[in-house]
């Protein structure tokens, strides 16, 4: 069972991926060198990918509350203000509160379904007992891939933390009366503080990424299982 796991998390990997691993050395390559870029790429694409919506949503009601705030602003300037605060957060309402069918399926589509009972059904995982065995196998590699995602957080969050604490020693230890040297060391440390605030929220779109990809991958065997496990109860009310 353990192998025929390893079998199906790789071709789905694979499928999903759009990467062949037919050869064996070729697929050592990709699986280990060309597979995370892709990997992340698919992981970071998931994540903006409502952003898109949401950015129409708002531009358009930016908008139009823009005009009601130029339109109302000679006569009743007081409510200007408000009516451009409203066309800010209002678009937000959308975006937090967003219904479950746009956004709880981990990316899954119908395709990713598709590929996953197709390699199950190469792996003559043809009874609903030998599909739960594998549901249990991928849920311990979901486990595995979690704790790995929730270190990359920790070590994110330490090396931030670990910055802006050295950067409290140095601001303590500033020659209060040498107005060159702190204008000096302003200067330098935005600079150095914007290398490290956005490499750091690079590093969390990267981890974000990888956890959306990962997402995609587990929940469409997960998925997969369970279209497996209904066709087979179709079947088996058929006969």
């Keep these: 069972m353990f192998q025929m796991t390893k079998r199906i ?7 999903i991926l759009g990467l062949s691993t037919d050869h064996k050395a070729w697929s050592f390559f990709t699986r280990f060198v060309l597979f995370p870029f892709s990997y992340l790429r698919i992981g970071v694409e998931e994540f903006f990918k409502p952003l898109g919506v949401y950015s129409f949503v708002l531009i358009i009601i930016f908008s139009f509350f823009t005009l009601m705030a130029s339109s109302s602003f000679n006569d009743h300037r007081e409510y200007s203000v408000y ?42 995982l043809d009874t609903i007992e ?19 995602v929730s270190f990359y957080k920790w070590l994110v969050g330490a090396i931030w933390a670990v910055y802006i604490f050295g950067l409290n020693i140095q601001i303590k230890i500033l020659p209060k009366d040498d107005l060159t040297f702190i204008g000096s060391f302003l ?6 503080f914007s290398i490290v605030f956005f490499s750091t929220l690079s590093a969390i779109i990267l981890v974000v990424g990888y956890k959306r990809a990962s997402d995609l991958i587990i929940k469409s065997i997960e998925f997969g299982c369970v279209q497996k496990k209904h066709d087979l109860l179709e079947l088996g009310l058929e006969k």
């Design 83 to 124: 009516i451009l605060s409203l066309s800010v957060f209002l678009p937000m309402i959308p975006a937090i509160f967003s219904v479950p069918s746009t956004y709880a399926y981990y990316g899954v589509t119908d395709k990713h379904v598709k590929i996953t009972t197709d390699h199950i059904e190469k792996e003559r």
């Design 130 to 148: 030998k599909i739960e065995l594998l549901e249990e196998n991928i849920d311990k590699i979901y486990s595995r891939v979690t704790a790995r």
């Design 9 to 15: 998390l790789e071709k789905t990997e694979a499928s």
């Design 187 to 192: 200067s330098q440390g935005f600079l150095i």
